[in-house]
Nanobody, 125 residues
């Protein structure tokens, strides 16, 4: 079993930055591919960014490319999402997710085995 706990959400003005963290426990962290998804009110949960277990490859949604950066610290069992140049349309609940034993299809919500509880990000205009 894997537990994921997100933190770092909050209220920020447009153009500002936030860094989200996702702490993992329960299994060897280095074996997971990790992703971030977000869900705005009335919308489906959508892919934001993912990183393979080796950190060799990252994937970004077009809407965040150049503004968001994913990274991981295996020593701390934590994955980070640095969000810069935030826009009001980035407002959502952000979820981290873990995929065990594979780094394929990381853009697909259904590929992930474990999910965190989410953290709210609100960007004011």
């Amino acid at each position: 079993q894997v537990q994921l706990v997100e933190s770092g959400g909050g209220l920020v003005q447009a153009g500002g930055s936030l860094r989200l963290s996702c702490a993992a426990s329960g299994r060897t962290f280095s074996g997971y591919a990790m992703g971030w998804f977000r869900q705005a009110p009335g919308k489906e949960r959508e892919f934001v960014v993912a990183i393979t277990w080796s950190s060799s490859t990252t994937y970004y949604a077009d809407s965040v490319k150049g503004r968001f950066t994913i990274s991981r610290d295996s020593a701390k069992n934590t994955v980070y999402l640095q969000m810069n140049s935030l826009k009001p349309e980035d407002t959502a609940v952000y979820y981290c997710a873990a995929r065990i034993n594979s780094s394929n299809y990381l853009r697909r919500r259904g590929s992930y085995d474990y999910w965190g509880q989410g953290t709210q990000v609100t960007v004011s205009s």
